[in-house]
């Protein structure tokens, strides 16, 4: 607990001390540091914020030197109640020294710093009088304290929700029963404490105005204040000065524990300030003229105890100017003296101070006239004036009376209630008798315009009357010659004549159609008849025989029907009138409908063409016929004929319908249309820049159609670059591989056992493969852990070291797993790493990202390798969907061959697969 002792409070310096008997030291707490304060100090008034923590540390000043040779400091178990909320409690965090009792011996103000042999002890619950800690310096051993030294310290903490005031002492020399506070010589002799002043702790933040510079505005009335967290200003004796009125009959205008207030007066006069038996503690009032300038120095006015007032509490008057400022200032009138009070202010000058503004007696207030300033009633407050007082507006009508005052400080506006009669009585249909609204107004209670009245009779010339809105009922006659109906069905035209409809023409039955007789009567009204011999279709007169120009098999016939067209008679020609091999002219159903007239399906119909087939009908339309050169290459117009070939490209196809497949040795060329086998050159696979034929030598383009057919970037058939297996093995092993580019370049050099018929005969019998060493071939990730959708490389090499290595081809496969996948996307050789073949002559290498394999080698003798060869790098990416553990691992499936120069193989005895983890969101663990 060093640490605590060196931190400085925050706190203002403590000081307890006793009156010592004749030579005895003095005992004294400050916070930690407060040495220096020590001295200085003559307050024994501390205050703390509820919530913090507080250090008490205890010193020794001896004015009167002599040896120290053991103490013993005691601190009663509980501060005295007087508490207004919480608590305050020793810390207690961990035994000694780190709880709240403890003596920091590395101190170098410490009493015994330095003396070896002291023995120091605490006593935290087994002291039943309180808290303590004692030194015991070694027997006969003492020290001489010319002036401060520490002793040790105390620790409290408050409660956050602690206020109000507690008070602390030393516990004596003689509590039982094992005493408290005592010092003792070398020899046992101690030193006696008689009396102790006692420490004032208060609990709670300092209030806004407890300096000057935080003055709070004090009004006219009670203002409640608090002085239990308030600090004492500097000095505590009046502002004043000397020669200025004191507030006691002694002589002392001292205030502890003070508050400050401005107070501006509004009307001026004599003014009250006090708080009469309105505190719980002894109460000083100090007030000065002015309010901008701190401290204050001109004293108006000064009271300690005022006559009649409980408790030592005060009253102070002064007489006021109007509108200026004053300073007062409330306290105690020592240490002790604080608490809760009511500070009041009152004035009698006759006037009324209301808003701010002073107002004389029987002033209206501005903003309610029913409201007036009477000081015997209220100084600070409009008073209501008397029921009846006239206010608002005077004038006086049957609905709104004069406003008057309702003694409440209300004006009432004196309206009649609705319905209230005025004005007119007069009641009819358009307009009532007038009445209130309620709201001073008196209504004429007109019908809306539109209202009925009077004769409610409605005809074309004569309408239903109805009220005009302004209280007249109209007749609401039609205007004369305006257009009416007299209810007959054969007059027209008729018109209004005063009220009354009539006139008229008589009407014209006419329907406008030639072919019609047309007659009206009031029973039948108009009629018309179609006259013999027409078809009425349509509102148009069509005469008997008419054909539909719409539909050639439909005419006009009235006996069968008088307004629709009828159907023509079976066979009467009409839409396509062409006849050609498949489809005849169309004729009439009889049932109104036009009909084809095709040939039958399958009548031959010859275009003369050879190879679109034999045509035929179908539906009316020549159709093409079957190709005749299905199951053969081409078909040839100008001969009539299918032929197998047009030329080379034809032959040799990988699956050809023919059954003509090029081989290594033979391939085929188009001779008049058909396929002839000609004989090559074993390795001869192809001419130059990637041409199919061969060209009679096996050469640099040759092992070009090998490298394109591994790499699947060929147009040529695949089975042309198969020449053989592996090493002497002339039978083609059904891929191209490094086996095949060997092959071409044995072939070309002269050394190759294997033969075609056009250069020496028949193909060399199969030599079984040389074994002439063995590889452990390796692949390594770049990460161990990846992401869905990850890129991760993959390097293989050869870690055995190899004193020949000619060429080789690699395949590597991916297996596990648990979700999605792991897809190579690319397969590439990097030179710029170890690579085995580096630096070396020309050779030759291919990729297929399609089948996962990779080949490279030389076009002369092999190279020794060291270990850890590298040969290869394959890229891979992470599905979206990936997860699990996937391997990837070269694969010993017969299409992975390490060669040497001597045609030997090198075996692949072992590989070391890479383990890429793929979780989803996984961070990339690079090795």
Same mark, same amino acid.
């Given at each position: 607990?060093?640490?605590?002792?060196?931190?400085?409070?925050?706190?203002?310096?403590? !000081?307890?001390?006793?009156?010592?008997?004749?030579?005895?030291?003095?005992?004294?707490?400050?916070?930690?540091?407060?040495?220096?304060?020590? #001295?200085?100090?003559?307050?024994?008034?501390?205050?703390?914020?509820?919530?913090?923590?507080?250090?008490?540390?205890?010193?020794?000043?001896?004015?009167?030197?002599?040896?120290?040779?053991?103490?013993?400091?005691?601190?009663?178990?509980?501060?005295?109640?007087?508490?207004?909320?919480?608590?305050?409690?020793?810390?207690?965090?961990?035994?000694?020294?780190?709880?709240?009792?403890?003596?920091?011996?590395?101190?170098?103000? @410490?009493?015994?710093?330095?003396?070896?042999?002291?023995?120091?002890?605490?006593?935290?619950?087994?002291?039943?009088?309180?808290? #303590?800690?004692?030194?015991?310096?070694?027997?006969?051993?003492?020290?001489?304290?010319?002036?401060?030294?520490?002793?040790?310290? *105390?620790?409290?903490?408050?409660?956050? %929700?602690?206020?109000?005031?507690?008070?602390?002492?030393?516990?004596?020399?003689?509590?039982?029963?094992?005493?408290?506070?005592?010092?003792?010589?070398?020899?046992?002799?101690?030193?006696?404490?008689?009396?102790?002043?006692?420490?004032?702790?208060?609990?709670?933040?300092?209030?806004?105005?407890?300096?000057?510079?935080?003055?709070?505005?004090?009004?006219?009335?009670?203002?409640?204040?608090?002085?239990?967290?308030?600090?004492?200003?500097?000095?505590?004796?009046?502002?004043?000065?000397?020669?200025?009125?004191?507030?006691?009959?002694?002589?002392?205008?001292?205030?502890?524990?003070?508050?400050?207030?401005?107070?501006?007066?509004?009307?001026?006069?004599?003014?009250?300030?006090?708080?009469?038996?309105?505190?719980?503690?002894?109460?000083?009032? =100090?007030?000065?003229?002015?309010?901008?300038?701190?401290?204050?120095?001109?004293?108006?006015?000064?009271?300690?105890?005022?006559?009649?007032?409980?408790?030592?509490?005060?009253?102070?008057?002064?007489?006021?100017?109007?509108?200026?400022?004053?300073?007062?200032?409330?306290?105690?009138?020592?240490?002790?003296?604080?608490?809760?009070?009511?500070?009041?202010?009152?004035? %009698?000058?006759?006037?009324?101070?209301?808003?701010?503004?002073?107002?004389?007696?029987?002033?209206?207030?501005?903003?309610?006239?029913?409201?007036?300033?009477?000081?015997?009633?209220?100084?600070?407050? @409009?008073?209501?004036?008397?029921?009846?007082?006239?206010?608002?507006?005077?004038?006086?009508?049957?609905?709104?009376?004069?406003?008057?005052?309702?003694?409440?400080?209300?004006?009432?506006?004196?309206?009649?209630?609705?319905?209230?009669?005025?004005?007119?009585?007069?009641?009819?249909?358009?307009?009532?008798?007038?009445?209130?609204?309620?709201?001073?107004?008196?209504?004429?209670?007109?019908?809306?315009?539109?209202?009925?009245?009077?004769?409610?009779?409605?005809?074309?010339?004569?309408?239903?009357?109805?009220?005009?809105?302004?209280?007249?009922?109209?007749?609401?006659?039609?205007?004369?010659?305006?257009?009416?109906?007299?209810?007959?069905?054969?007059?027209?035209?008729?018109?209004?004549?005063?009220?009354?409809?009539?006139?008229?023409?008589?009407?014209?039955?006419?329907?406008?159609?030639?072919?019609?007789?047309?007659?009206?009567?009031?029973?039948?009204?108009?009629?018309?008849?179609?006259?013999?011999?027409?078809?009425?279709?349509?509102?148009?007169?069509?005469?008997?025989?008419?054909?539909?120009?719409?539909?050639?098999?439909?005419?006009?016939?009235?006996?069968?029907?008088?307004?629709? @067209?009828?159907?023509?008679?079976?066979?009467?020609?009409?839409? %396509?009138?062409?006849?050609?091999?498949? %489809?005849?002219?169309?004729?009439?159903?009889?049932?109104?409908?036009?009909?084809?007239?095709?040939?039958?399906?399958?009548?031959?119909?010859?275009?003369?063409?050879?190879?679109?087939?034999?045509?035929?009908?179908?539906?009316?339309?020549?159709?093409?016929?079957?190709?005749?050169?299905?199951?053969?290459?081409?078909?040839? =117009?100008?001969?009539?004929?299918?032929?197998?070939?047009?030329?080379?490209?034809?032959?040799?196809?990988?699956?050809?319908?023919?059954?003509?497949?090029?081989?290594?040795?033979?391939?085929?060329?188009?001779?008049?249309?058909?396929?002839?086998?000609?004989?090559?050159?074993?390795?001869?696979?192809?001419?130059?820049?990637?041409?199919?034929?061969?060209?009679? *030598?096996?050469?640099?383009?040759?092992?070009?159609?090998?490298?394109?057919?591994?790499?699947?970037?060929?147009?040529?058939?695949?089975?042309?670059?198969?020449?053989?297996?592996?090493?002497?093995?002339?039978?083609?092993?059904?891929?191209?591989?490094?086996?095949?580019?060997?092959?071409?370049?044995?072939?070309? =050099?002269?050394?190759?056992?294997?033969?075609?018929? !056009?250069?020496?005969?028949?193909?060399?019998?199969?030599?079984?493969?040389?074994?002439?060493?063995?590889?452990?071939?390796?692949?390594?990730?770049?990460?161990?852990?990846?992401?869905?959708?990850?890129?991760?490389?993959?390097?293989?090499?050869?870690?055995?070291?190899?004193?020949?290595?000619?060429?080789?081809? !690699?395949?590597?496969?991916?297996?596990?797993?648990?979700?999605?996948?792991?897809? !190579?996307?690319?397969?590439?050789?990097?030179?710029?790493?170890?690579?085995?073949?580096?630096?070396?002559?020309?050779?030759?290498? #291919?990729?297929?990202?399609?089948?996962?394999?990779?080949?490279?080698?030389?076009?002369?003798?092999?190279?020794?390798?060291?270990?850890?060869?590298?040969? #290869?790098?394959?890229? *891979?990416?992470?599905?979206?969907?990936? @997860?699990?553990?996937?391997?990837?691992?070269?694969?010993?499936?017969?299409?992975?061959?390490?060669?040497?120069?001597?045609?030997?193989?090198?075996?692949?005895?072992?590989?070391?697969?890479?383990?890429?983890?793929?979780?989803?969101?996984?961070?990339?663990?690079?090795?």
């Amino acid at each position: 607990m060093c640490w605590l002792k060196r931190v400085r409070s925050l706190f203002v310096s403590l !000081l307890m001390f006793a009156t010592p008997a004749l030579g005895a030291p003095r005992l004294f707490m400050t916070a930690p540091g407060g040495e220096a304060a020590v #001295a200085a100090s003559v307050s024994n008034t501390v205050y703390v914020l509820p919530g913090a923590a507080l250090t008490l540390e205890v010193w020794i000043d001896n004015t009167s030197p002599q040896q120290l040779g053991a103490y013993q400091i005691a601190l009663p178990a509980s501060a005295s109640p007087l508490l207004a909320a919480g608590t305050v409690t020793y810390v207690d965090t961990a035994p000694p020294p780190g709880g709240s009792v403890f003596i920091d011996t590395a101190d170098v103000d @410490w009493a015994f710093a330095g003396i070896a042999g002291t023995s120091v002890f605490f006593s935290e619950t087994g002291l039943p009088v309180g808290f #303590a800690f004692l030194a015991l310096a070694p027997s006969g051993v003492g020290v001489v304290i010319p002036g401060l030294a520490y002793l040790g310290e *105390f620790q409290f903490e408050a409660s956050v %929700d602690a206020s109000g005031t507690f008070t602390l002492d030393f516990l004596p020399s003689l509590a039982p029963p094992n005493g408290g506070t005592a010092l003792t010589d070398e020899t046992g002799l101690g030193a006696v404490f008689s009396v102790f002043q006692t420490l004032i702790i208060k609990i709670g933040s300092p209030p806004v105005n407890d300096e000057c510079a935080g003055k709070s505005e004090l009004l006219a009335g009670d203002t409640p204040f608090d002085t239990n967290s308030a600090s004492t200003s500097v000095p505590n004796a009046g502002f004043g000065g000397a020669g200025n009125l004191v507030c006691d009959d002694a002589g002392d205008d001292t205030i502890e524990a003070d508050l400050w207030y401005n107070h501006t007066t509004v009307c001026g006069g004599p003014v009250t300030v006090e708080t009469c038996s309105q505190a719980v503690f002894d109460t000083r009032i =100090e007030v000065y003229e002015g309010c901008g300038v701190c401290p204050p120095s001109i004293l108006s006015a000064c009271n300690d105890d005022a006559a009649g007032c409980i408790g030592g509490t005060s009253s102070v008057s002064f007489n006021a100017i109007d509108g200026a400022c004053y300073t007062v200032r409330v306290g105690g009138v020592d240490e002790f003296a604080f608490g809760t009070g009511v500070l009041s202010v009152s004035t %009698d000058t006759g006037r009324c101070a209301i808003d701010g503004v002073c107002y004389g007696p029987g002033a209206l207030n501005p903003m309610n006239d029913c409201e007036a300033c009477d000081p015997l009633v209220s100084i600070g407050a @409009w008073t209501p004036r008397a029921l009846g007082s006239l206010c608002g507006d005077p004038a006086d009508s049957d609905c709104d009376h004069a406003d008057t005052c309702d003694a409440a400080g209300t004006c009432k506006a004196n309206l009649e209630p609705p319905l209230a009669p005025c004005g007119s009585a007069v009641d009819t249909d358009c307009d009532h008798a007038d009445t209130c609204d309620g709201l001073g107004i008196c209504l004429e209670n007109l019908e809306p315009p539109s209202t009925a009245c009077g004769d409610p009779t409605d005809t074309d010339c004569d309408h239903a009357d109805s009220c005009n809105g302004v209280g007249v009922c109209l007749d609401n006659l039609e205007t004369n010659a305006s257009a009416c109906s007299d209810g007959l069905f054969c007059t027209q035209l008729e018109f209004c004549t005063a009220g009354v409809c009539g006139g008229g023409t008589t009407i014209d039955c006419g329907d406008g159609i030639a072919c019609t007789t047309d007659t009206c009567d009031e029973i039948n009204q108009c009629q018309s008849v179609l006259d013999a011999g027409f078809c009425l279709i349509g509102g148009a007169c069509t005469p008997a025989g008419t054909v539909n120009p719409a539909n050639a098999c439909e005419a006009c016939d009235p006996l069968v029907a008088a307004n629709i @067209w009828s159907p023509a008679t079976a066979g009467v020609p009409c839409g %396509d009138t062409f006849d050609t091999n498949c %489809d005849n002219p169309d004729a009439c159903d009889g049932f109104g409908a036009c009909a084809p007239n095709p040939e039958p399906n399958g009548t031959p119909c010859p275009n003369g063409v050879f190879c679109d087939g034999d045509e035929t009908c179908q539906s009316g339309v020549c159709v093409d016929g079957a190709d005749p050169c299905v199951d053969l290459a081409h078909c040839d =117009e100008i001969a009539g004929a299918c032929l197998d070939c047009l030329d080379a490209n034809d032959c040799g196809d990988v699956a050809p319908a023919d059954g003509i497949v090029d081989d290594r040795c033979f391939w085929y060329a188009c001779d008049a249309g058909a396929c002839d086998a000609v004989a090559r050159v074993f390795a001869d696979v192809g001419g130059p820049f990637g041409l199919c034929p061969p060209d009679g *030598f096996a050469n640099v383009h040759d092992r070009n159609q090998v490298l394109a057919c591994f790499a699947q970037t060929s147009s040529c058939d695949a089975i042309n670059a198969d020449i053989g297996g592996q090493f002497d093995d002339c039978a083609a092993d059904g891929f191209c591989n490094v086996h095949d580019v060997n092959h071409v370049l044995r072939t070309f =050099e002269g050394t190759t056992p294997c033969f075609c018929p !056009l250069d020496g005969g028949a193909p060399a019998p199969f030599y079984p493969s040389r074994v002439v060493g063995r590889a452990h071939l390796t692949a390594r990730s770049d990460a161990r852990l990846v992401g869905a959708g990850d890129l991760v490389t993959v390097r293989v090499f050869v870690d055995t070291p190899l004193a020949d290595l000619q060429s080789y081809q !690699l395949d590597v496969g991916v297996s596990g797993g648990r979700r999605g996948s792991l897809d !190579l996307v690319d397969v590439a050789i990097d030179d710029v790493r170890d690579y085995v073949f580096a630096g070396t002559a020309a050779g030759f290498r #291919a990729f297929n990202v399609a089948t996962s394999q990779m080949l490279s080698g030389l076009e002369s003798e092999g190279v020794a390798t060291f270990a850890n060869a590298y040969l #290869a790098t394959y890229r *891979f990416r992470a599905s979206g969907d990936a @997860w699990g553990a996937f391997v990837v691992d070269v694969r010993r499936d017969g299409q992975t061959y390490l060669i040497a120069s001597s045609q030997g193989e090198i075996r692949v005895a072992q590989t070391t697969p890479a383990v890429i983890v793929v979780a989803p969101g996984a961070a990339r663990d690079l090795r």
